[in-house]
């Protein structure tokens, strides 16, 4: 089954997704844009055809890096059970707290917002690149073009519309200073994509009108480059950014997609999101 057609059943929620895409032919008389009641009956039960795993940390401004710059991140008390017979937190943070993905205006004047992108837009192929030894030797590292090739010696072609996550190591900081990697000047050290890596990916179409740059720390840019030349090609079209992941080593390295959730703001550069990655158990 196309990978559009799986995306049409978004809306009956993850059980629909992992079925009509891993289930194969058992799905592939339904006709696109039917009730999840009239989906036929898998052959093999849904919970043995995909594992979910979380990339999102949990939202809590103790442990949260911001963004220098970005507004503060506040979670509080609204009601309670015993005052008010139910329990509410109100939350005030950026669209871009924590784990998030970007929408194009989040760095193009003009361009798409949150609530003007499909869900065709926030389900991607995904591959994983390891640059945790790079990473470790040197904290502005930046991807080059030469290691996507290299990676696509070993690994594969990476598909037209991907979302392509650096497994940078950064995940481990979190919570700690050593996350944002401030120098005694105050700035921020930590690795990325070369604008050439970026660049390269639109070019060949790995990159296509749709796909993702993502990383598990603040961006795909180097954490030094205050010009933020990876972001500038990257949010064009229906691109968007997946930021602050983890768990990225639950992530195969090809093989998996990606479903981006969380708030759709009005006008929105982007939303703090739970981001799953749908791993294949059968090939």
């Not at 594992?51 to 999102?56: F, N, Y």
């Not at 329990?87 to 970007?102: A, I």
């Not at 995904?126 to 904290?139: G, S």
């Not at 919570?175 to 604008?195: E, K, R």
Request: charged letters at 20%; a negative charge; hydrophobic letters at 40%.
């Amino acid at each position: 089954m196309h990978r559009r057609q799986w995306v049409r059943r978004v809306a009956t929620g993850l059980t629909g997704i992992a079925g009509a895409r891993f289930a194969g032919r058992s799905f592939a008389h339904a006709a696109a844009g039917i009730g999840s009641g009239d989906l036929p009956a898998p052959a093999v039960p849904l919970g043995e055809l995909v594992r979910i795993v979380s990339l999102s940390h949990v939202n809590d401004p103790a442990s949260t890096p911001i963004f220098p710059g970005d507004p503060e991140f506040v979670l509080e008390t609204a009601a309670t059970v015993a005052e008010d017979g139910y329990y509410l937190q109100n939350v005030r943070q950026g669209e871009h707290t924590g784990t998030h993905w970007g929408a194009p205006a989040h760095f193009q004047d003009g361009g798409l917002t949150a609530d003007r992108l499909v869900p065709e837009d926030l389900f991607l192929p995904a591959v994983k690149i390891d640059i945790r030894d790079k990473a470790a030797a040197d904290a502005d590292y930046a991807v080059t073009v030469a290691d996507l090739q290299e990676w696509e010696t070993a690994h594969g072609q990476i598909p037209s519309g991907a979302a392509v996550v650096l497994w940078t190591g950064w995940e481990s900081r979190w919570g700690t200073d050593a996350y944002v990697g401030a120098d005694a000047d105050g700035v921020t050290h930590q690795p990325g994509f070369s604008a050439d890596a970026a660049q390269w990916l639109i070019d060949t179409g790995r990159l296509a009108v749709r796909g993702a740059l993502g990383t598990d720390t603040f961006g795909p840019d180097l954490g030094n480059d205050e010009t933020y030349p990876v972001s500038e090609k990257l949010y064009d079209q229906h691109r968007i950014s997946l930021e602050n992941l983890t768990n990225l080593g639950s992530l195969p390295t090809t093989g998996a997609y990606i479903l981006v959730g969380g708030p759709i703001n009005r006008a929105g550069s982007g939303s703090p999101a739970t981001i799953f990655g749908l791993v294949p158990r059968l090939s």
